[in-house]
């Protein structure tokens, strides 16, 4: 069965510092991956994908995730960090062949201190 | 900015009440999902839909139903609200694609719920 672990409930770093949202996860066969955002009050939104090709995928909003077959990963990474990334983040998968489901993780909620 | 919308934005209504949460996109997407997501939590899926007639239940139990009758419109309906239906109630789309690729999820502000 598909499953989406996001180890940490939450994540606190300070505005400029490089920030990284980890994500695992567990498919029977290849992975779709992707990372959404929920800011407050707002829907999510999607930030980027992973289908095939190069393992570092770049998204919207300055940041990207690298996809890990060997550790099952794809953590979303930002060189340096805005208050404004302040949001919950939440990774999902889709095995390839499962065209109607996609598994979402229970969300990580990234703070950015000034 | 994504063209699809949920009304009402918030929703207070006393046990045993009938409601229908509303959902319409304007992106001729053949593929609708509602999610449910408690504070904090992961969403889940309750129901998904893909295309006209075609409605499918999701991973999690609901007492919900839903119907599909235009492309563009998904509502969800509760036929007798319970606290137990307090929740956020997410709607998203995307197109259908037999490979999957490009296949991304829109989704509404969605719509929370309160049920006293």
């Known amino acids: 069965a598909q499953s989406v672990a996001q180890p940490e409930d939450q994540v606190n770093v300070a505005e400029g510092n490089p920030l990284t949202v980890k994500c695992t996860y567990s498919?029977?066969?290849?992975?779709?991956l992707f990372w959404y955002v929920q800011y407050p009050n707002r829907g999510l939104q999607f930030l980027l994908k992973y289908i095939t090709g190069d393992n570092l995928v770049k998204g919207s909003y300055g940041f990207e995730a690298e996809f890990n077959k060997s550790q099952t990963s794809f953590h979303l990474k930002k060189p340096s960090a805005l208050v404004s990334d302040s949001a919950l983040y939440f990774c999902?998968?889709?095995?390839?062949?499962?065209?109607?489901?996609?598994?979402f993780g229970p969300g990580t909620s990234l703070s950015v201190i000034p | 900015e994504a063209d699809i919308y949920q009304t009402p934005r918030y929703l207070v209504i006393g046990t045993g009440k009938k409601i229908t949460l509303e959902c319409s996109q304007t992106?001729?997407?053949?593929?609708m999902y509602w999610y449910q997501q408690d504070p904090g939590m992961e969403l889940h899926l309750i129901h998904y839909s893909y295309g006209v007639n075609s409605t499918e239940k999701g991973d999690l139990s609901s007492e919900s139903t839903v119907s599909r009758i235009r492309t563009e419109h998904f509502p969800l309906t509760l036929e007798s609200a319970r606290p137990s239906h307090t929740s956020q109630y997410l709607c998203?789309?995307?197109?259908?694609?037999?490979?999957?690729?490009?296949?991304?999820?829109?989704f509404g502000s969605g719509t929370q719920l309160s049920v006293l």
């Open positions: 999902a998968v889709r095995e390839k062949t499962s065209y109607d489901k996609v598994i």
């Open positions: 992106m001729g997407h053949d593929k």
């Open positions: 998203a789309s995307s197109e259908f694609r037999s490979t999957g690729a490009n296949e991304k999820l829109f």
């Open positions: 498919v029977s066969g290849n992975p779709y």
